[in-house]
């Protein structure tokens, strides 16, 4: 079965530090890996995919993640953090064997950007 | 595209009363999920079809929730009666079989049930 797993369920840095947003995930096969961001108030928007090509994925905004299959890990990256920034951030697992596929959410780590 | 269209953005309701949530995919999507979240228990999904059909319904939280998908452009989600800790945010999701996955979300219906 599938699962995520997200380290902290907050993370405050300062405008301009790196950012590190940690996921481990589990699945029996070969998954699909997301990262998505939640505005106060909004909805979901994609932030980047990992679909079994180039296993360190750039995705939107300057944010990166890497997909490290020994650590079944998927921790998400941003060299200097900006104000825009702060937000929630769902990892996200799908099998992606079938269409039949669940996909499921971590339990959101939330952003703080401090100024 | 207009994107996942979810309608009506905000509802206010008594306890008892029905509620009706609303949702169009993207054009040609295959699949769609309705997924609900609180502060208390995050983002839950709570069911999703495929090419219309119901494939998995265990996280319906009970009886009083039902979701149909009469058609590939509609789907409903339906709370009878209401109570107020359905209070939160419901969520419209829609994929293609060949996304790989990726999700394309509305921007969620706020429900308040007092």
């Known amino acids: 079965a599938q699962s995520v797993t997200q380290l902290d369920s907050h993370v405050s840095v300062s405008e301009g530090t790196p950012v590190l947003l940690r996921c481990n995930y589990s699945s029996s096969y070969s998954p699909s890996l997301f990262w998505y961001v939640q505005h106060p108030n909004k909805g979901l928007q994609l932030l980047l995919k990992y679909t079994s090509a180039a296993t360190l994925v750039k995705g939107i905004n300057g944010f990166e993640a890497e997909f490290k299959k020994s650590e079944t890990s998927f921790h998400l990256t941003k060299p200097s953090a900006h104000m825009s920034d702060a937000a929630e951030y769902f990892c996200v697992v799908s099998d992606g064997k079938t269409s039949y596929d669940k996909v499921i959410f971590g339990p959101g780590t939330s952003l703080s950007v401090i100024p | ?114």
């Not at chain 2, 269209?5 to 029905?18: C, D, F, W, Y």
């Not at chain 2, 949702?23 to 219309?52: A, D, V």
């Not at chain 2, 979300?105 to 049930?113: I, K």
Request: charged share 20%.
């Open chain 2, 1 to 114: 595209d207009a994107g996942v269209i979810q309608s009506p953005r905000h509802e206010v309701t008594e306890m008892g009363q029905e509620v009706t949530l609303r949702c169009k995919p993207i054009s040609g999507h295959n699949s769609l999920f309705w997924y609900r979240q609180t502060m208390m228990r995050g983002l839950e999904l709570l069911i999703y079809f495929n090419n219309n059909v119901p494939i998995d319904d265990s996280g319906m939280p009970e009886d009083r929730f039902s979701a149909k998908m009469p058609n590939a452009s509609f789907s409903t989600l339906k709370i009878q009666p209401s109570e107020p800790r359905d209070s939160a945010v419901y969520f419209c999701a829609s994929r293609s079989d060949g996304a790989y996955g990726e999700l394309f979300f509305g921007e969620g219906s706020r429900l308040t049930v007092l």
